[in-house]
């Protein structure tokens, strides 16, 4: 049996509060480094991302932060752009 594949987002509210209510997505998970709920933060959101064993990542924004949290997460595939030092936390990189 062949499962279709699930899209799951990883951002911060005002970008879920965006989105809310559209078919783009499957699954919203919120992420905010800097939120004072803990289960926001990087470790909870990897842990989180993790237990789900994503095969692939599109790594958007261009931010060193969001590279690191699709390796944290054990993504096998991480595609995205290599500026802001991301190369090395990449298995694809885009021109």
């Known amino acids: 049996m062949t499962l279709g594949a699930r899209i799951t ?3 911060k509210g005002h970008f879920a509060e965006i989105l809310a209510g559209t078919d783009w997505l499957d699954e919203i998970v919120p992420f905010d480094r800097r939120s ?8 909870a959101v990897a842990r ?9 990542a599109l790594v958007v924004p261009n931010s060193l932060s969001t590279a690191a949290l699709a390796w944290a997460a054990g993504a096998g595939r991480r595609v ?9 936390l990449l298995t694809d990189v885009l021109d």
């Open 48 to 56: 989180s991302l993790r237990a789900r064993r994503f095969d692939t």
């Open 9 to 11: 987002g990883v951002m």
């Open 36 to 43: 004072p709920d803990r289960s926001k933060r990087f470790a």
């Open 80 to 88: 995205g752009f290599a500026g802001h030092w991301r190369r090395l």
